[in-house]
Nanobody
């Protein structure tokens, strides 16, 4: 069992940066691939970024490439999402997710554990 708690969301202006953190409990974190997803009202939850168990593989949605960076610190049971050059269209609730497998994946269906979400609002 893995429990996830996100933090770091907030209200910022376009062009600013935010760093989201997700701290996990449970001994399996170090073997788990992790992902960040986001959701806006009326839309399905969408993939943002994912990282393998050892950080060796990362994936990003096209809109995040070059602006967002996913990383993890297994000693702290924490995964991060550094978001730079934020745009109004990045406004969403951001969710951290963990999967039992070690390989990064991009589909919501492949993640078993989810955090409660943190709101990111970017004003234009």
């Amino acid at each position: 069992q893995v429990q996830l708690v996100e933090s770091g969301g907030g209200l910022v202006q376009a062009g600013a940066s935010l760093r989201l953190s997700c701290t996990a409990s449970g001994r399996t974190f170090r073997r788990s691939a992790m992902g960040w997803f986001r959701q806006t009202p009326g839309k399905e939850r969408e993939f943002v970024a994912a990282i393998s168990w050892n950080g060796g593989t990362t994936y990003y949605t096209d809109s995040a490439k070059g602006r967002f960076t996913i990383s993890r610190d297994n000693a702290k049971n924490t995964v991060y999402l550094q978001m730079n050059s934020l745009k109004a269209e990045d406004t969403a609730v951001y969710y951290c997710a963990a999967r039992s497998g070690s390989f990064a994946r991009m589909r919501t269906s492949e993640y078993e554990y989810w955090g409660q979400g943190t709101q990111v609002t970017v004003s234009s």
